[in-house]
């Protein structure tokens, strides 16, 4: 079944919302490293000199800790746009997999999913 075009309003509200938390998260663990919106964990003054030690330690605490958690919004923040650019082809909502219709409850509880029930890999 297609959806309608106020659930299709709907989720792209839910999608643009969490693109903005997304961005927000990423901007305050991360830092943009180009135009095409890659993303990658920092730490806030790694590269400065005459560090304390222990300020170091923290820092690289700090890195460990970002790093894998940059990349998971990256990833989250990757699904969200291409679910936004979906919509704006007409084509969002299929599965990637056998391009079936996703259910509707499927993508209000995920509206950046790519894969109906029966193909989703979690
Ligand atoms: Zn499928």
């Excluded at 998260?25 to 730490?43: K, M, P, T, Y």
């Excluded at 590269?47 to 990833?75: F, H, K, R």
Aim: hydrophobic fraction near 30%; charge should be negative; glycine fraction near 6%.
């Amino acid at each position: 079944m297609k959806l309608q075009q106020h659930e299709m309003e709907e989720l792209r509200e839910q999608l643009e919302a969490q693109k903005g938390d997304l961005e927000e998260e990423l901007a305050s663990h991360g830092r943009i490293l180009n135009d095409a919106g890659d993303w990658e964990g920092s730490s806030e003054g790694f590269e400065g000199e005459e560090s304390d030690p222990n300020d170091v330690a923290d820092q690289i605490e700090e890195l460990v800790t970002n790093v894998p958690l940059v990349e998971e919004l990256e990833e989250r923040h990757t699904d969200v746009t291409e679910a936004l650019e979906k919509m704006d082809e007409g084509v969002y909502g299929l599965c990637e997999v056998c391009n079936e219709q996703i259910s509707l409850d499927r993508l209000k509880a995920n509206p950046a999913a790519r894969t109906c029930i029966e193909h989703a890999e979690e």
